[in-house]
């Protein structure tokens, strides 16, 4: 299934759709917030998401996935992301797009490219054919991937670790391999190094989102 394009027959933006990704650490979560603070201080309208999770079905899987007591296979890591994210898709980000609005998806589909496809192992193409199933083709209009040394990502790490914050340090550093190499191949990455002061960071992706969409993020706001 092709993806729809956002925007109506009369041309106008129906809705934007932006993912955040990275490894452990990396930042994504602090970024967001601040991002949503400073969206709601300019009356900018938008939709702060989370991958797995966002629905009902979602959060219970995301119970299970993440559960350091719950040992899984490969296959059912992936299949289980791949559930959650069809109930994310259908009942939150299509019809959030179709109203209009501006969505921001704390993780989608490249983090399951780089995890499940490349760093488990389970091939790329074969998850990028399941992953266009379970969202009927919808991709996000642009990915932010937030990069960062993945033994200075498990460093920040505070509180009781999930499952795939528990993998071995080989583990970590063939996802941030992964995530280079789609960074490379894949269309509309905006990559930003996160191991700078939070402030300047920040402000760099202000300004790489407000070059690229400068209707949703005013320059100099």
Excluded: C
């Excluded at 009942?91 to 797009?97: D, E, T, W």
């Amino acid at each position: 299934m092709e993806v729809r394009d956002h925007v109506s027959d009369a041309g106008e933006t129906a809705g934007l759709f932006i993912a955040f990704e990275g490894g452990e650490g990396a930042g994504k979560s602090t970024h967001l917030r601040r991002l949503t603070e400073r969206l709601d201080d300019l009356g900018i309208a938008h939709l702060l998401v989370r991958e797995p999770g966002g629905t009902p079905a979602g959060e219970r899987i995301r119970e299970i996935v993440l559960d350091p007591r719950t040992p899984i296979f490969a296959e059912t890591e992936l299949l289980l992301y791949l559930a959650s994210r069809a109930e994310f898709v259908n009942r939150v980000v299509r019809p959030a797009l179709d109203r209009g609005e501006l969505v921001l998806a704390d993780r989608f589909e490249m983090s399951t490219y780089a995890y499940q496809g490349l760093a488990r192992g389970l091939g790329l193409e074969r998850v990028k054919d399941l992953n266009a199933f379970a969202t009927g083709g919808l991709k996000p209009d642009g990915t932010v991937l937030l990069a960062l040394d993945p033994d200075v990502g498990r460093g920040r790490q505070r509180g009781q670790a999930d499952r795939l914050e528990q993998e071995h340090a080989d583990f970590h550093r063939s996802v941030a391999e992964a995530y280079t190499a789609l960074a490379e191949s894949e269309p509309g990455v905006i990559t930003i190094r996160s191991d700078g002061p939070l402030d300047e960071v920040q402000e760099q992706l202000w300004s790489e989102l407000a070059a690229r969409w400068p209707g949703r993020f005013p320059p100099g706001a």
